[in-house]
């Protein structure tokens, strides 16, 4: 590969998107933004809706594997709308996605943090923090069940469930050390 | 209602940005199980009470809460600077990370090692947001709901969105209002 072809990869992907597409890519993912309730997860069956099957700029697989890279690596998982910007349509892609997902909800985010501060004595905003918090507690239950679902067959699972609860809630080490003994259990085979 | 202070603060933008960087990146497959334990337990910036109700707010919010969380907190703190602070500290280098990765995976493909490695990083991942949760509930004693509302809450949340599967909106609607309705009232009777 040629150095001219390296930089028209890395900017504007391995296939290269237009103008068209890019705007495309940029106002489907701001669409999502504003109705990504419990974070852009939640939304991954309406992007692939339009990246693998409406698109098609990536296998399914490849899909697969950006959900898979954005949970893997450190930071939010919010950061798989960034591999599949890359995916898509390399740096320029990355913009278009990030962009989309984040600018729309951090705007309404900020705003609904200044009101609740605002009138944070206020019988209603005490109401309404005080009856979400059960809710949240219950999510990330609930988030947890789910991830966990399709390996309730396997016992070394379980037992690395157990020693990551362990290690969080009984010692005061760092959580990388279950990340790394998860990985090492699964590069072995065992999960 | 007891007021809880936070027992330390931030002390520029500059310090929210290195503590969110740190903090994400610890954060192998999310970040809200480290984001707990550093800015309630390491750094002491929100208590236990504080951290639920901003993560409440988060939640209900579209777009990813770890996200809105630091950016309402960064808000809080130092304005829009705070906020922009915040959220580029989690973001810019396990953006880099994911990016490379990303590239690696389209140029290298899958190798059954590695698969497995996402898969058991996965398993702990999982462990880690029930860690959370185990964390966050005893912040529910002081719920004016009652402890018997707020753990009925969290189980029905659980069965919706786990066991019934739920879209979250509906879950928010169904829960989250009769939630909000009961804490108005109950914070009524005992002014």
């Given at each position: 590969?040629?150095?001219?072809?390296?930089?028209?990869?890395?900017?504007?992907?391995p296939?290269?998107?237009?103008?068209?597409?890019?705007?495309?890519?940029?106002?489907?993912?701001?669409?999502?933004?504003?109705?990504?309730?419990g974070?852009?997860?939640?939304?991954?069956?309406?992007?692939?809706?339009?990246v693998v099957?409406?698109?098609?700029?990536?296998?399914?697989?490849?899909?697969?594997?950006?959900?898979?890279?954005?949970?893997?690596?450190?930071?939010?998982?919010?950061?798989?709308?960034?591999?599949?910007?890359?995916?898509?349509?390399?740096?320029?892609?990355?913009?278009?996605?990030?962009?989309?997902?984040?600018?729309?909800?951090?705007?309404?985010?900020?705003?609904a943090?200044?009101?609740?501060?605002?009138?944070a004595?206020?019988?209603?905003?005490?109401?309404?923090?005080?009856?979400?918090?059960?809710?949240?507690?219950?999510?990330?239950l609930?988030?947890?069940?789910?991830l966990l679902?399709?390996?309730?067959a396997?016992?070394?699972?379980?037992?690395l469930?157990?020693?990551t609860?362990?290690?969080?809630?009984?010692?005061?080490r760092?959580?990388?050390?279950?990340?790394?003994?998860?990985?090492?259990?699964?590069?072995?085979?065992?999960v | 209602m007891p007021?809880?202070?936070?027992?330390?603060?931030?002390?520029?933008?500059a310090?929210l940005?290195?503590?969110?960087n740190?903090?994400?990146?610890m954060?192998?497959?999310?970040?809200?199980?480290v984001?707990?334990?550093?800015?309630?337990?390491?750094l002491?910036w929100?208590?236990?009470?504080?951290?639920?109700?901003?993560?409440?707010?988060?939640?209900?919010?579209?777009?990813?809460?770890?996200?809105?969380?630091?950016?309402?907190?960064?808000?809080?703190?130092?304005?829009?600077?705070?906020?922009?602070?915040?959220?580029?500290?989690?973001?810019?280098?396990?953006?880099?990370?994911?990016?490379?990765?990303?590239?690696?995976a389209?140029?290298?493909?899958?190798?059954?090692?590695?698969?497995g490695?996402?898969?058991g990083?996965?398993?702990?991942?999982?462990?880690?947001v029930?860690?959370?949760?185990?964390?966050?509930?005893?912040?529910?004693?002081?719920n004016?709901?009652?402890r018997?509302?707020?753990a009925?809450?969290v189980?029905?949340?659980v069965?919706?969105?786990?066991?019934?599967?739920?879209?979250?909106?509906?879950?928010?609607?169904?829960?989250?209002?009769?939630g909000?309705?009961?804490?108005?009232?109950?914070?009524?009777?005992?002014?």
């Amino acid at each position: 590969m040629s150095h001219p072809d390296l930089w028209q990869s890395l900017l504007w992907g391995p296939v290269g998107i237009g103008a068209a597409e890019w705007w495309r890519l940029f106002l489907h993912f701001t669409a999502l933004s504003l109705v990504a309730i419990g974070g852009a997860i939640t939304t991954v069956s309406e992007m692939q809706r339009l990246v693998v099957a409406q698109e098609g700029w990536l296998t399914p697989v490849q899909f697969n594997d950006c959900i898979a890279i954005g949970q893997a690596m450190p930071g939010p998982n919010v950061l798989f709308v960034a591999a599949i910007g890359y995916s898509v349509g390399g740096l320029a892609g990355v913009a278009a996605t990030m962009a989309g997902s984040l600018l729309p909800s951090a705007v309404l985010a900020v705003g609904a943090g200044r009101v609740g501060e605002r009138y944070a004595q206020s019988r209603g905003v005490r109401a309404f923090t005080a009856g979400l918090a059960p809710l949240t507690i219950g999510l990330l239950l609930a988030t947890g069940a789910v991830l966990l679902r399709p390996l309730a067959a396997e016992p070394v699972a379980w037992l690395l469930v157990a020693g990551t609860l362990w290690l969080m809630l009984r010692t005061k080490r760092n959580p990388m050390w279950a990340i790394a003994a998860g990985a090492l259990a699964g590069a072995l085979g065992w999960v | 209602m007891p007021e809880e202070v936070a027992r330390a603060a931030p002390a520029s933008p500059a310090a929210l940005f290195r503590a969110f960087n740190r903090l994400a990146m610890m954060g192998f497959g999310g970040v809200l199980p480290v984001a707990q334990r550093e800015l309630v337990e390491r750094l002491g910036w929100l208590t236990r009470e504080q951290f639920l109700e901003l993560l409440s707010l988060s939640q209900v919010l579209p777009g990813p809460n770890v996200i809105n969380l630091g950016l309402i907190y960064g808000d809080r703190c130092f304005g829009w600077r705070g906020a922009l602070a915040a959220c580029a500290g989690m973001l810019l280098l396990p953006l880099l990370l994911v990016l490379a990765a990303t590239a690696a995976a389209l140029r290298f493909g899958d190798v059954p090692a590695v698969g497995g490695a996402l898969r058991g990083m996965g398993v702990v991942a999982a462990g880690l947001v029930l860690a959370t949760a185990i964390r966050l509930a005893p912040g529910l004693r002081a719920n004016p709901l009652g402890r018997v509302a707020a753990a009925g809450f969290v189980a029905a949340t659980v069965l919706m969105v786990a066991v019934l599967r739920w879209p979250l909106p509906l879950v928010v609607l169904a829960l989250g209002l009769p939630g909000i309705a009961l804490a108005a009232w109950r914070l009524g009777k005992a002014p």
